[in-house]
């Protein structure tokens, strides 16, 4: 499995990220533009965010996507 987190920064940086590691492959970005969401997003299963904007435009490419996880409350 394949996720993604969109805009680490957004959590802190003092997080441990590690644990996401156990579930499939990874990768973290600090932050990203519209632009490097449908980049990144292409194909990942799982996206994990705080404040990255996702709709239909971010998203068409991510034929993949099975969860979209929102970290603010």
């Known amino acids: 499995m394949k996720l993604v987190i969109l805009d680490a920064l957004a959590l802190g940086e003092d997080l441990d990220l590690s644990l996401f590691n156990d579930l499939g492959e990874l990768n973290i970005y ?3 533009t519209p632009e490097q969401i449908i980049e990144r997003t292409v194909d990942c299963d799982v996206i994990i965010t705080n404040k990255a904007r996702l709709n ?15 970290t603010a409350t």
């Open 30 to 32: 600090p932050t990203s």
């Open 56 to 70: 239909k435009s971010t998203l068409k490419n991510a034929k993949s996507l099975k969860l979209i996880c929102v």
